[in-house]
């Protein structure tokens, strides 16, 4: 570390003895993984709900195009999520942080 001696934080003991640019990687990849998990199981659920607003819309014409408008949001929304992650991906390496290369459902392990 250049000479100096290392400064460790109680606060965030876990990886607090890394360099600052990795626990901010670590940081970043499992709040965004934690995003990810939740913009997921939102999605998942806004599916299931316009399937069963659809089946439930019989012949009315307006219920079925609320299920499917409501669909197609869902869609576009995870598709700014994938995109989301995309950036976060290419980000990471051009900032050369090592965490959030590999942010596919990885944490990098403190070192």
């Given at each position: 570390m250049n000479g100096y001696e290392r400064i460790i934080n109680p606060l965030v003991e876990p990886f607090g003895t890394q360099e600052g640019s990795l626990t901010l990687a670590y940081l970043l990849a499992v709040a965004f993984q934690m995003f990810l998990i939740v913009a997921?199981?939102?999605?998942?659920?806004?599916?299931?709900?316009?399937?069963?607003?659809?089946?439930?819309?019989?012949?009315?014409?307006?219920?079925?195009?609320?299920?499917?408008?409501?669909?197609?949001?869902?869609?576009?929304?995870?598709?700014?999520?994938?995109?989301?992650?995309?950036?976060?991906?290419?980000?990471?390496?051009i900032l050369h942080l090592e965490g959030l290369e590999t942010l596919i459902f990885t944490i990098p392990k403190p070192k």
């Open positions: 997921s199981l939102f999605f998942l659920f806004i599916f299931i709900l316009s399937g069963f607003q659809y089946i439930t819309a019989g012949a009315d014409k307006a219920g079925i195009e609320a299920a499917q408008t409501r669909l197609q949001n869902a869609f576009i929304g995870l598709f700014i999520v994938v995109l989301t992650l995309a950036i976060v991906q290419i980000l990471g390496r």
